[in-house]
Structures are given as C-alpha cells and as structure tokens.
C-alpha cells in the first residue's frame, strides 16, 4: 500500500575510470584513495562526507567490517551540522532497531527535522504515517504534495491511489504530476541522464 522510503545510498561508490560528470573530477584509483577524500572533507566539517562514511560503514564497503555503531555516530555528527539525510537515516534506525532499540517516538522526531530540512523521502514517509491513521487523509496528501515537488515518485503514485479510493481529490493528482515533472524538469542535463543510464537502481534521480 504506502511503502516507507528507506534511506538513500549516497557514499558515491566509484567504478568507472572516467571523470565524474557531477563533482567533475577524475575517480580515486583505491578505496583507500576514495577513503583519504572523504577524511579530507570530514576534517572541514563536510556534512556530506561525514554522513557518506557512515553509509559506508553501515554497509561494510570500501574494505570496511559492518559497524552499525560507528554509522550512528557519524549520523549524528553530520545531523549536528544539520544535513537531512543524516536525519532521515537515523529515523530508519530508530524505527527498525538497527543498532538502536526500537524507538518509534525518536523516529517520528528525527523524521520531522529531515522533512523541514527538505528531505522528500522523510516528507513522504510522514505521508505515509498519516495516511495509515483514520481521519489523516488530507494531511497525508499535503505530505505527499510536497515529496512529489522533492521529487519523490512513490508520492505521485500514493496520491493516485488515495484519488481511487476516494482519499484525495483529482486536481490533488493533476497537481502532484505537475510538480514532479517540473522537478524533472529542473534537474535534467545530458550528464546527468548519462551518469543515471548508468546507474543502478539507488542512484536514479527518477523512478
């Protein structure tokens, strides 16, 4: 029905031999290598490689053992620096007990800081929350509008569904549609489409 959008995998895994069409700049040629960039970044304070190192340390990648602890940790570092998806993962934990108990009202508040902060996925899980409540439908749709402006297709598609059950109303599905094009619409560049073509499933910027 309304599936919860787990976290993003965005620790940049790196297998091409070519230059990045994003950041621009030629691969490292060893995960030692890619491992040294991010410590190099981590020492600046950036909130995105802090947050990508624990990806990878959930992960057990890059040469690295599994560590649910040490991810949690770089989480909430890079969430101090008030990075969203930092804040969306530790949600996830919370909400599913990896390396934490089970704490459904931490993950509710650590949802709704990455939805203000702009994540769609947690906009959208939030969504989800309250379409699976009596009597939330128009607060889930809200929810739902704003991933779809974010990007997040599961959104349209949970709206078209409400719209079929008499949930939400057909302008709320006309306009979720608008927005998620008009993001496509906005993102969209030939490297872009080519690194995506590219890609595998976690790094698609469209569904």
């Keep these: 029905m309304y599936a919860f959008q787990s976290r993003a995998l965005e620790?940049?895994?790196?297998?091409?031999?070519?230059?990045?069409?994003?950041?621009?700049?030629?691969?490292a040629s060893s995960y030692e290598g890619n491992l040294?960039?991010?410590?190099?970044?981590?020492?600046?304070n950036d909130a995105d490689a802090i947050y990508s190192l624990g990806n990878i340390y959930e992960e057990g990648s890059y040469g690295l053992r599994p560590n649910q602890a040490k991810a949690l940790e770089l989480w909430h570092r890079a969430a101090e620096l008030g990075y969203a998806p930092a804040y969306h993962n530790l949600s996830c934990s919370y909400r599913n007990g990896r390396g934490v108990e089970v704490d459904e009202k931490k993950a509710r508040h650590y949802l709704e800081i990455a939805a203000m902060k702009g994540s769609g996925r947690s906009r959208h899980n939030l969504g989800v929350i309250e379409a699976q409540?009596?009597?939330?439908?128009?607060?889930?749709?809200?929810?739902?509008m704003i991933a779809a402006r974010d990007g997040v297709f599961q959104s349209v598609k949970n709206i078209k569904e409400?719209?079929?059950?008499?949930?939400?109303?057909?302008?709320?599905y006309a306009e979720a549609l608008r927005s998620y094009q008009a993001y496509l619409d906005e993102i969209k560049s030939e490297q872009r489409d080519?690194?995506?073509?590219?890609?595998?499933?976690?790094?698609?910027?469209?569904d």
């Design 162 to 172: 409400m719209y079929e059950k008499g949930f939400a109303a057909k302008a709320d």
């Design 11 to 27: 620790a940049g895994r790196i297998e091409e031999d070519n230059i990045c069409p994003f950041c621009r700049t030629p691969p």
């Design 133 to 144: 409540q009596a009597g939330n439908a128009r607060r889930a749709v809200k929810h739902f």
């Design 36 to 44: 040294k960039r991010l410590e190099k970044r981590m020492g600046l």
């Design 194 to 206: 080519g690194a995506a073509a590219a890609a595998d499933d976690d790094y698609k910027y469209y």
